[in-house]
């Protein structure tokens, strides 16, 4: 068989990943913070987009009427409308109202003069208010807000009233630099006399000064020597704290027989030294310079209706108004003066037509399929927890005619404010497990809620143990393996039968 070449003309469809479609997808998986970030950007880069206050006051076609359709600055004065006045703002204006000399009301002001030979403002010149201390007229209140202290500010400022040799303060600032977020020091001390050139002994010493420092704790290798410092600081440092700062392993087992051995104390004087160590805090860098925390802002409402149905409403103020302004688009497109002009104001109107479409199809879409999510999870929200059914992304994406990953990227990140409380969408999608005897399958997020009542009920002197919990639910009608009631557990933080017969003897 030969080989030549040879021209063919074939068509076919594929699918094309469009800038306005990757924008689209990209705004679905935006939370309502992250949202209102990329509109504000969009906003200072596409001059024809603009933030809209309310829906009555402004037109899509952005124009700079009022709310009545009139101009701001043509209102008639005698209509009530103080915007509709020209303020007449000169200096002589200003003086005859008050009846006074201009220099002796602002005589603070550095634009305002006083004196006899300083210049006098003519009445085309008007007054304007002039911050004190600067130029700007802008007040920006943000610059008198305090900013948070971080931990190596804080460190450094007792460094240096600690130290007096650059030495020993070039020491410090290198073990400050070497913290954690926690405060630890994960450092090797050879590696620091090897990397500054100086003794170990000089590097020990300047450790057990900095280890004096606040926060308590600070600086410390390991859990049992932080918590040393800290129970040191406050003169509670014995030698049966040292013993169970030694044995700390068997705190973590609720092993308090042994400890009670190790220690040599009575059950009494053990009670009291575990609320001390309770008292501590194993992460003293923690709370300095720690994120700000972002408030929770539900995307939907959803609100019992009269007629024993659910009402499921977009929250307004968690969806960004972005509108075109239609009208800068035609003044400044009729002075374009070039090509590139030309493409660059074509450019952002279409960008932001898309923009305004795509935020309308995002809101549309969350609301979608939060209804469907409500449908679903009907019993839930009207008994609890314990009627919570198992639900994928399969099943709500065929019931709105849409793919699963669509589903998907609209359940992140995203909350529901519901009469039982502010909920992550995807919370409402758990695996399922079946149910004894052919019944309907159980939610795993209502079986784990079982596990924790029982266990929380059960009686001190009759721990349930795994096996006996299983038994129990599957009297209950829940057919669920013995290793999953123990991951489920675990996940709760909850500990084993042993774990958890010592922790309650010892709070009887």
């Not at 400890?259 to 309770?278: H, S």
């Not at 003066?337 to 493409?343: L, P, Q, T």
Request: net charge negative; proline share 4%.
């Amino acid at each position: 068989m030969a080989l030549s070449t040879k021209l063919e003309l074939r068509q076919s469809q594929s699918l094309i990943m469009t800038p306005q479609l990757m924008q689209a997808i990209k705004l679905l998986q935006l939370s309502n913070l992250d949202l209102s970030t990329y509109v504000d950007a969009e906003l200072e880069r596409n001059p024809l987009l603009e933030k809209g206050e309310n829906d009555d006051a402004f037109t899509s076609e952005g124009s700079d009427d009022g709310p009545d359709g009139n101009d701001l600055n043509t209102g008639d004065a005698e209509s009530g409308d103080w915007l509709g006045t020209q303020l007449e703002t000169s200096s002589e204006t200003i003086a005859s109202r008050m009846d006074t000399d201009l220099g002796n009301v602002f005589q603070d002001e550095p634009g305002t003069a006083t004196h006899k030979d300083a210049p006098v403002l003519t009445s085309s010149e008007s007054i304007r208010p002039v911050a004190s201390g600067g130029a700007s007229e802008d007040y920006n209140l943000e610059a008198f807000v305090a900013e948070s202290e971080t931990l190596t500010q804080l460190l450094e400022d007792q460094m240096h009233i600690a130290f007096s040799d650059p030495r020993d303060k070039l020491i410090a600032a290198h073990l400050i630099n070497s913290l954690d977020d926690n405060g630890y020091l994960d450092l090797d001390m050879d590696l620091v006399t090897e990397d500054l050139g100086v003794s170990k002994p000089r590097v020990e010493t300047v450790l057990s000064v900095v280890q004096t420092f606040e926060p308590a704790g600070v600086f410390a290798r390991n859990l049992p020597e932080c918590l040393k410092l800290q129970l040191i600081e406050k003169n509670r440092f014995d030698p049966a704290m040292e013993a169970m700062l030694e044995n700390i392993e068997l705190l973590a087992k609720r092993d308090l027989a042994a400890l009670k051995r190790i220690c040599g104390v009575n059950d009494e004087d053990l009670v009291e030294m575990v609320g001390e160590i309770r008292a501590l805090d194993p992460k003293p860098g923690a709370v300095y310079g720690a994120a700000p925390v972002q408030p929770l802002i539900p995307d939907v409402f959803v609100a019992p209706a009269n007629d024993g149905t659910w009402n499921v409403e977009l929250n307004s103020d968690a969806l960004p108004k972005v509108l075109v302004n239609q009208t800068y688009y035609a003044t400044v497109s009729k002075s374009a003066r070039g090509d590139s002009e030309k493409d660059y104001l074509t450019d952002c109107l279409q960008t932001a037509n898309w923009l305004v479409k795509s935020l309308d199809q995002r809101a549309k879409t969350i609301l979608k399929v939060s209804t469907e999510i409500v449908r679903q999870q009907d019993r839930f929200l009207t008994h609890g927890i314990e009627h919570l059914r198992p639900l994928n992304l399969k099943v709500v994406a065929d019931a709105i005619s849409m793919h699963e990953s669509t589903v998907s990227r609209v359940t992140s990140n995203k909350y529901m404010a519901t009469p039982r409380g502010i909920f992550e969408l995807k919370y409402f999608f758990t695996s399922a497990i079946s149910a004894t005897g052919g019944d309907e399958a159980h939610s795993a997020e209502s079986v784990r809620y079982k596990i924790k009542q029982l266990i929380d009920a059960e009686d001190p002197k009759k721990i349930l143990s795994d096996d006996t919990i299983v038994k129990i639910l599957k009297d209950d009608g829940v057919d669920i393996a013995r290793r999953t009631v123990a991951k489920y557990r675990e996940a709760m933080k909850l500990g084993s039968s042993v774990q958890r017969r010592r922790e309650k003897r010892a709070n009887l």
